[in-house]
């Protein structure tokens, strides 16, 4: 935009904003003051160094309102007037501020948020708005370097740093802790999600600050404010990063349905089938931004102790519902293990594998075509076996590192096949939890008798004499698959949320 100088109380041609008349207001941030009057907001930058941002020179402050302009006319021109000058005694420059038309208060997202007014129709224009400023932001290498895992992990050690400098005082220790590790795990296995991410071209120069109380729902459609403009790292991130700020905020202000719709939207309208993990993770990414930044805002003399551990404990939610998890569920033939496996996967929102599945693909059979043999005989043979288990761990590899969770159906009786998914937990970063279907022999047998249509060659003797030569599984948590399906789904659940690190394994606090 050209260098136009409008002074604070000179009248202009545009016609009044919607909030003309309203009564003067001053609001403080902690990089600026915005002064309200009439229908217009005049906003100066403070003159501080926070190390993101460094407004200590009148020049520095003048450049940085120049960008603030710029940057914010690429979503809401309308608002956005120009530049202002404070002229001293002698004639010359003593500060400069940011020119803008005044918004009604009232109809800020946030406000109608908090006053329980319906809002669907206005975030579903929200999501549309950003959806197409996203298809046309600008992209490129530079943009994006900042889209990588590498990248991702030097902003959570920004944030996670500042978050520990307060750990013990504002912030419980613990929970710090908790949303470092847990960033940690998610970064350290998911190089192809971010690589991914950047070759479809998700990665532009957005908002990078997505607010509800700079987003203000118009008759006219909604204007977007107050975009970062103080680092151009910060603003080059992945496009779903960035709507997953308003999501956070939405549900700050106890708008959890809200959020979730928002982001449902968004991807709809931005075409993104980004894994949910990824989401969980941006989300819990933005929460943890600002708890850091309402730490600093304490620091300097205003409120929001209580906000902060909020937001933190927001963030935890967010990386625990994300966490990619490897869940393997076994147990003889007839003791419900693909029922418990499939019900578990739906809850989870994970990719269901089965080994009777695979076997059979790999042979180049259907499904459902009966292989039935004897014992560690035909398609059962040990080397069928071996590879069936080879190509399960492959596929779910792949999966992992790509944010899906994986819940994998199979017998799992061998310590040798249990000791390699134990490996490939390792590998991907990902808690290992393993479940063993248990249910009384005749109930087992019962079940496999009344099979039809079913992957499974399984007989009541191939269950026998595998029984018999099982491998002992003292790590894996027993389901009892007697009672009902819904009963034995929610036991399998609760054992995963509830898994602890233990060694190669995560094991089940009862």
């Known amino acids: 935009m050209s260098d136009a100088v409008l002074r604070v109380a000179a009248p202009t041609s ?13 609001a403080e941030t902690h990089t600026a003051v915005l002064w309200f009057a009439g229908d217009r907001v005049h906003k100066m930058k403070k003159p501080v160094d926070l190390g993101f941002c460094d407004f200590t020179t009148l020049e520095r402050r003048r450049e940085a309102c120049l960008r603030e302009i710029a940057l914010n006319r690429r979503l809401s021109p309308e608002a956005y007037l120009g530049l202002e000058v404070l002229l001293g005694p ?26 329980g007014e319906p809002v669907d129709e206005h975030l579903r224009a929200v999501a549309r708005r950003l959806a197409g400023f996203h298809s ?3 992209r490129g290498p530079e943009v994006d370097r900042q889209g990588t895992v590498d990248a991702a992990r030097s902003r959570w050690a920004g944030v996670l740093d500042g978050l520990r400098r307060h750990a013990g005082t504002l912030l419980p220790a613990d929970l710090v802790e908790h949303v470092v590790a847990r960033a940690g795990e998610f970064l350290d296995g998911r190089r192809p999600v971010f690589d991914g991410r950047i070759a479809e071209g998700r990665v532009l120069d957005g908002h990078g600050d997505l607010l509800a109380d700079d987003v203000f729902c118009l008759p006219d459609g909604p204007a977007i404010l107050d975009c970062l403009e103080f680092d151009d790292h910060l603003r080059w991130v992945d496009g779903l990063d960035d709507a997953g700020f308003l999501a956070m905020d939405l549900e700050r202000l106890g708008g959890a349905d809200l959020a979730e719709r928002f982001l449902r939207w968004y991807t709809e309208f931005s075409a993104d089938p980004a894994p949910p993990a990824l989401r969980h993770h941006f989300v819990a990414y933005r929460a943890a931004v600002r708890a850091a930044v309402t730490c600093i805002r304490v620091e300097q003399g205003g409120d929001g102790a209580g906000l902060a551990r909020d937001l933190l404990d927001l963030a935890a939610r967010h990386l625990e519902a994300g966490r990619v998890r490897l869940v393997l569920v076994g147990g003889l033939p007839g003791t419900g293990k693909s029922t418990v496996a499939g019900g578990l996967a739906d809850r989870l929102g994970a990719t269901l594998l089965s080994s009777d599945r695979v076997r059979k693909e790999i042979a180049g059979l259907d499904p459902e075509t009966s292989a039935a043999a004897g014992y560690r005989t035909g398609l059962y043979r040990p080397e069928h076996t071996d590879a069936t288990y080879a190509e399960l761990l492959r596929r779910a590899g792949d999966l992992l590192a790509r944010g899906e969770s994986v819940v994998l159906d199979a017998s799992w009786t061998a310590d040798a096949q249990r000791e390699a998914a134990a490996a490939l937990a390792a590998r991907s970063a990902v808690p290992l ?33 595998m029984s018999a030569d099982a491998d002992p599984w003292p790590e894996a948590t027993a389901i009892d698959t007697a009672g009902t399906v819904d009963d034995a789904v929610a036991a399998a659940l609760a054992a995963v949320r509830s898994s602890r690190p233990h060694g190669r394994w995560t094991v089940v606090e009862v």
């Open 136 to 138: 046309t932001a600008a």
């Open 433 to 465: 939890t393993a479940l063993r279907c248990e249910a009384p022999r005749a109930v087992a047998d019962e079940r496999i008798r009344r099979r039809h249509g079913s992957a499974s060659d399984a007989t009541p003797l191939v269950a026998a004499v």
């Open 90 to 115: 002698d004639g010359t420059a003593s500060e400069y501020l940011v020119a803008m038309r005044r918004m009604p208060a009232e109809r800020s997202l946030a406000a109608l948020v908090r006053a």
């Open 14 to 26: 545009e016609p009044p904003a919607t909030g003309a008349g309203l009564a003067p207001a001053v």
